[in-house]
């Protein structure tokens, strides 16, 4: 193994120019689905000013080329880098409730949103616009911190609820969309990629135990020192200027291997093919065209 020394600000310059340079294919440009970011005081003696949560979004165009949405108020503040794929004229973000005290940034899909919001609209939840990231401002107000549970898809999101001064950072069931969180002068900054911190008073420094055991750790470490990411399954939350905890909402549950599986192969088929079928179909919903990545892959085949 040859080892290759990097200095870490070239690291950060090339993470910088990697969208550029790395996205481009056939002569279109390939962006990832939106960047959010955030911050909330841990204290009320907070004295730092507040962070230029344009210019942290600046560094996740890359993500979001469609328009860039902020909201703040003492002590927080909520930021969204939009690729628009659903309601592209009116569903930008931050999204907020009716009564204007529940706001959330998104970045991902809620699978199945449509028959989510009919039931929340046959509730009386008044909704503004047709992004399926809207039900989760509503989904929170009926369920409050259970709302998670009533959501699938590839999602990362951030929520205030200004009412509890609650921050809620929460990731997907398997992880697919990414979400990092740090501390920096008594300030939780949050962030869909780490580099998005640099305009936010954060000093990128190497944690050298991660990046030997890169590759093999599942925690909640990465490759900077005090940069954490939000488990899959999971949601933080942020109550009364710091109060942080982490609670797991999904796990998935495998049959018994004691038990016989009584079914015939072709139920066994035909199950293996209804669910997936309705998987692709729930990700199918968009106000854009829709593709598929063809390469040599045995899902790709199943799929196709």
């Known amino acids: 193994m040859i080892p290759v020394i990097l200095q870490l600000s070239d690291f950060l310059s090339f993470l910088h120019e990697t969208p550029a340079r790395l996205h481009h294919i056939s002569n279109q440009t390939y962006f990832e689905m939106c960047g959010i970011v955030a911050y909330v005081d841990l204290s009320p003696n907070t004295s730092a000013p507040p962070p230029d949560l344009h210019a942290a979004l600046d560094l996740l165009h890359h993500r979001g080329p469609d328009g860039q949405g902020v909201w703040t108020a003492p002590s927080v503040g909520l930021g969204h880098a939009r690729l628009s794929i659903m309601d592209v004229q009116h569903g930008a973000q931050p999204m907020h409730d009716e009564s204007d005290s529940v706001h959330a940034v998104v970045n991902g899909e809620f699978y199945d949103f449509e028959a989510i919001r009919a039931d929340l609209a046959a509730k009386g939840h008044v909704f503004r616009t047709h992004s399926d990231s809207e039900i989760l401002v509503h989904l929170y107000n009926e369920h409050g911190l259970n709302c998670v ?69 599942t925690d909640t470490r990465t490759l900077f020192q005090g940069v954490s990411k939000v488990r899959p399954s999971s949601y933080m939350t942020v109550s009364a200027f710091g109060t942080i905890t982490t609670d797991v909402y999904f796990a998935p549950v495998y049959p018994d291997k004691r038990q016989v599986d009584v079914r015939s192969v072709d139920e066994m088929v035909e199950g293996v093919r209804s669910r997936l079928l309705a998987a692709v179909r729930s990700r199918l919903r968009s106000d854009v065209p829709v593709a598929i990545y063809l390469r040599y892959w045995p899902s790709v085949d199943l799929i196709c």
Not at 173 to 200: C, D, H, W
Not at 204 to 212: E, F
């Open 149 to 217: 549970q009533h959501l699938q898809g590839e999602f990362a999101f951030v929520l205030y609820d200004s009412r509890r001064r609650r921050l809620v950072l929460c990731r997907d069931r398997y992880g697919v969309k990414p979400l990092y969180y740090t501390i920096v002068q008594n300030r939780l900054l949050v962030a869909s990629e780490a580099k998005a911190f640099l305009a936010m008073g954060w000093t990128a420094q190497w944690d050298m135990a991660s990046i030997a055991d890169s590759g093999y750790f």
